[in-house]
């Protein structure tokens, strides 16, 4: 499992691959405490059923690791 935190004008971004998951990339605004007060975005392989070409165009638009981009590409474990 891989875990990426990246704060982003006030905004979190994690994303990360999960043997069980697969791919998610989830991006919210924290509250004072830093708890989750709202999700701008919540996708996951499984769950949302988020196809790679979506998740690297997520990650382009958020500007996240391009190496990262790369293996999401060529559906390999970031």
Do not use: W
């Not at 004008?9 to 991006?27: P, S």
């Not at 949302?48 to 190496?67: A, I, P, R």
Request: hydrophobic content about 35%.
């Amino acid at each position: 499992m891989s875990r990426y935190i990246i704060e982003k004008d006030e905004k979190i971004i994690a994303y990360g691959y999960d043997c069980a998951l697969g791919y998610f990339f989830d991006v919210y605004v924290p509250d004072e405490k830093g708890n989750v007060e709202q999700f701008e975005v919540e996708k996951s392989s499984l769950l949302s059923k988020t196809s790679n070409g979506q998740f690297v165009e997520l990650m382009q638009k958020y500007k996240v690791d391009s190496n990262h981009i790369d293996r999401v590409a060529l559906d390999l474990p970031i």
